[in-house]
């Protein structure tokens, strides 16, 4: 079955970076479109980043643009998101996930992580 584990939360200071991955297994990694979500406590969750398969095109969340980069490689069949100058409002739970047909939107997506915490202290 699909699996996507993510892995690199943790706890930082501001300003500080912060890289997460995200290995799958049961899909055919390069031939989907995978995103970057995160949810606060009390909060919905929300787009973060997105990065096209073939083309590679990414896309990001104004809160998070110039700051965090997101990256795959397909080889090892693994996403990742570099997270730099880390601020206390990014502090959530982040999931990958994986569609077929690329969107922006938490419900377009058909596979789901378990999420990593990262916690950004001021």
């Known amino acids: 079955q699909v699996q996507l584990v993510e892995s690199g939360g943790g706890l930082v200071q501001a300003g500080g970076s912060l890289r997460l991955s995200c290995a799958a297994s049961?899909?055919?990694?390069?031939?989907?479109?995978m995103g970057w979500f995160r949810q606060a406590p009390g909060k919905e969750r929300e787009f973060v980043a997105a990065?096209?398969?073939?083309?590679?095109?990414?896309y990001y969340a104004d809160s998070v643009k110039g700051r965090f980069t997101i990256s795959r490689d397909d080889a090892k069949n693994t996403l990742y998101l570099q997270m730099n100058s880390l601020k206390p409002e990014d502090t959530a739970v982040y999931y990958c996930?994986?569609?077929?047909?690329?969107?922006?939107?938490?419900?377009?997506?058909?596979?789901w992580g378990q999420g990593t915490q990262v916690t950004v202290s001021s």
């Open positions: 996930a994986a569609t077929i047909s690329f969107a922006v939107e938490s419900t377009s997506y058909n596979y």
């Open positions: 049961g899909l055919s990694f390069s031939r989907y479109n």
């Open positions: 990065i096209r398969w073939l083309t590679r095109a990414t």
